[in-house]
Structures are given as C-alpha cells and as structure tokens.
C-alpha cells in the first residue's frame, strides 16, 4: 500500500536485507517509460521540475528501461536507501547529462522516501511490540487492589494471522501497544498477590478507555 500510494508499480517487489534490521530494504522494479512518468509525476504532486519534465517527454515512446535492484556493491548498507542500487543503460541515447542526473536524482529521492518510511515504520513496530512492564490500571478497594500490568510473556501474532493488518496499521497511524496483559489481586493487608491472570495478544491504543482492551473474563477469574 505504501508502494501504491508512491506512485510505483504494482509489480514493484522488496527484500528484507538482514533479519536483524527489519526496516532495511531493496527495491526491485524495471521502470518503462510510462511506469516512470507516473511515479515521477506523483512524487513532485503533478507538476514536474523543467529537467524532469523535459526528460520525460524525451522518453515518452522509447525503449527506455530504468532498472533498481538490489545493491551488490553494498552488502552491509551504512544508510536505509543503500540496499537498492538504480541503473540505466543507454539513457545517453535519448537524454542529456543533465537530464539523466536529474531522473536518477529524483528517483533515488523515491528509493530514499520508500526506505526512510519501512525503516521508521520497523522502529515503530519493534518498540510497540517490546514489553516495558508499565502499570496501565489499578482499581483500589478497602481491602484489595487490582493491578494491571504488561507482562513480556510471548504474543502470538504471525504473517499469517488475519489480524495482522489491523494491529500494524493501528500501530503504524494510531500508536497502539501490542502485547500481554497481567492482572493480579492484591491484598493491602499483607502485601500478598491472591491471584494473578493473563490475557494475551491486547492490542491497546491510545486516548481509547481501558473498557476497550480488558478482558473481564480474565477479571472474573482473578477476583472469584
């Protein structure tokens, strides 16, 4: 969908450089001329700069081919954009120097936008899914207290699981949390946990009320 909204292809295709660094990413499309003028056009909002301009209507009805692949000069990428590398062969044959530099700019500034926005989205993602432990509610009684909790046991949440795209889409555009819940019963008296209950996979978001995301089966566990 970010791809899409770009202005790339449908075909566009991507790869996760290292596990380790989930955000980091090359690009793999061949851009003809009209797949060029249209992510062109989209990113400078429809109207392009001279050089652009002029470069395009150059192009328009030629064999041009503008190729980003994965980089193979740069195994371990020093910025987000260096997985991808762009190549255009015989762009002399239709465009001046200045014009070349002027496509390849602006779509490096597309391969940059691309990768900048998965690597921040990743950053998101990770740190919505890192447990911190935080209390998120207590309820007192004369006697007890209800604490609420996250807890670091696992969520279950994997690319196959149909909720997939709401919970990253909440995380992404919402700053939604996404992990398991802990509640426990304590007892003021003795400063001892009478019962404790864990529910798992809470997607939690922010200003909503906690009415939203507790789980008062878990509740009516804990304090039966």
Known sequence: NLLLAQGWPEETDVDQRNPKYPGWISIYVLLDAPRLATLLINRHGGVLPPLLASAIQRLTGTGAELVLSGSQWQSLPVLPADGTQVSFP???????????????????????????????????IRAA??????????????????????????????????????????????????????MYLV??????????????????????????????????????
């Not at 926005?117 to 990743?122: F, G, I, K, L």
């Open 90 to 124: 015989y762009a002399g044959e239709w465009l001046t120097e200045d014009e070349i530099r002027a496509v390849l700019d602006a779509v490096h500034d597309a391969v940059r936008s691309i990768c900048y926005q998965v690597a921040e989205d990743a950053r998101r």
């Open 129 to 182: 899914l890192t447990t911190t432990g935080q209390t998120l509610l207590t309820r007192q009684t004369r006697r007890f207290r209800l604490v609420v909790k996250e807890s670091d046991h696992p969520c279950w949440l994997d690319e196959d699981d149909e909720n997939l795209p709401v919970v990253l889409d909440a995380i992404v555009n919402r700053g939604a949390r996404f992990s398991s819940v802990e």
């Open 187 to 224: 007892s003021d008296c003795i400063e001892h946990i009478l019962s404790s209950g864990l529910a798992c996979d809470v997607l939690r978001i922010p200003d909503e009320p906690p009415r939203r995301w507790f789980d008062r089966g878990v509740l009516r566990e804990v304090v039966r």
